[in-house]
């Protein structure tokens, strides 16, 4: 992700936790350790939303991080690739676009345990909040960070094949759901955003570990973008990038804004990309909390019921599972921010939940005009 406010997005999940629900030794001791050291970790949310970012302390070698760039540096050496690019906390996910450097920016709150449950009670999920997800999300932007590195954007066949990087980069876009041009990769049909999100997609889709693009985009336009990083990669795998900096953009030392002020600029600034088309469907399966209090919520529900419904879909629509499970995310957040409930007997909820998400996707791909917030 260029420099920006990223929006693709997969509910994050709590590690997990071994059989019994008991926790591994060295978790336990990882966790008491982090407790003693950030005595801010068992402040009230009140307190802790007062709190300075560049007052937290934390730094890469906290939290989840450690091991998901790890899991990085493997799969670039299993490629053969020379190239490492270098990590720092900072607000969000960035690799900074036409900085001199190979620079991975990680959102502060993975790297502690209480940041993450309050990014999750403030924006409703946590941007890379599982190890599958930060796989995804490091992959993506090792591919901008190696763009950089190499000045790849600079070489004829790469405009040839994905566009001028020159192209300015748009504040929303609007994907086109039935295209065959882009990999599926992050949420959103991300790769369609900008040229150099379309590379940076397209990298991350070849570097997965047993990945078999060949096969998953046989007959698509988009596999020869997929030859073209393959071949690309075997010609510069060995070479020393050219640019070497490792200069830190925004910087968590030199925030000095407070967590409470992070999430109101942050809240406001998302607010703008919702939409509320299928406000009314969802209101005439779901209630409203403030009626019904004790009642559970609907974006639990959805989320329990979510593969079942999802294979389903995938079966009867004949679509891809990417297109099914944006439709099913958008769905979940926007019950979760219009605070509905299940209020009808479950069996018959579960019934018209499948109706309205199998209409919802039926109508984002025949209007394929759904615009999305960089």
């Known amino acids: ?126 941007e890379g909040g599982n190890a599958r997800w930060l796989r995804r999300i490091l992959r993506h932007e090792a591919g901008h960070a190696l763009d950089t590195a190499y000045r790849l954007r600079r070489r004829k066949g790469w405009r040839e094949v994905f566009g001028p990087a020159s192209v300015p980069y748009p504040v929303s876009y609007v994907p086109r759901p039935g295209s065959r041009r882009h990999v599926l990769h992050l949420g959103h049909w991300y790769a369609q955003s900008h040229p150099t999100e379309d590379f940076a997609e397209t990298f991350a889709v070849w570097l997965a570990p047993n ?55 942050k809240r406001s600034y998302y607010e703008t990309s919702k939409t509320n088309r ?31 419904l999802q294979r389903l879909l995938i079966r009867r629509s004949r679509l891809h599972p990417y297109l099914v499970h944006n439709v099913m995310r958008i769905v979940i957040q926007r019950t979760r921010d219009l605070d509905l409930c299940v209020h009808q007997p479950v069996r018959q909820t579960k019934r018209e939940t499948f109706s309205l998400l199998e209409r919802i996707l039926f109508d984002s791909i025949r209007r394929g005009r759904e615009r999305y917030a960089l």
Not at 28 to 41: D, E, S, V, Y
Not at 45 to 73: F, Y
Not at 230 to 249: Q, Y
């Open 211 to 265: 990945s078999t693009w060949r096969g998953d985009y046989a007959g698509w336009p988009a596999l020869q973008k997929l030859l073209y990083v393959d071949e690309l990669m075997t010609e510069i795998r060995d070479l020393p990038a050219p640019v070497r900096s490792r200069r830190h953009i925004e910087p968590l030392s030199e925030n000095r804004m407070t967590l409470r002020q992070y999430y109101e600029d």
């Open 1 to 126: 992700m260029a420099k920006k406010k990223s929006t693709q997005t997969r509910p994050g999940a709590a590690r997990g936790t071994r059989r019994g629900g008991r926790r591994p030794a060295v978790e336990r001791r990882r966790n008491l350790t982090m407790r003693r050291q950030f005595g801010w970790a068992d402040l009230p949310e009140e307190q802790l939303l007062e709190l300075r970012i560049c007052d937290l302390g934390l730094d890469t070698t906290h939290g989840c991080i450690p091991a998901a760039l790890a899991r990085l540096d493997d799969e670039l050496a299993r490629r053969g690739i020379r190239f490492r690019p270098h990590c720092w906390l900072s607000e969000d996910w960035f690799s900074p676009d036409g900085v001199p450097g190979i620079p991975i920016a990680i959102p502060f709150y993975l790297a502690h345990p209480r940041l993450m449950r309050l990014e999750r009670r403030m924006m409703h999920e946590v």
């Open 278 to 308: 299928y406000d009314r469907l969802l209101k005439s399966v779901f209630g409203a909390r403030a009626r019904w209090p004790d009642r559970p919520p609907a974006s639990t529900f959805i989320r329990q019921v979510r593969p079942q």
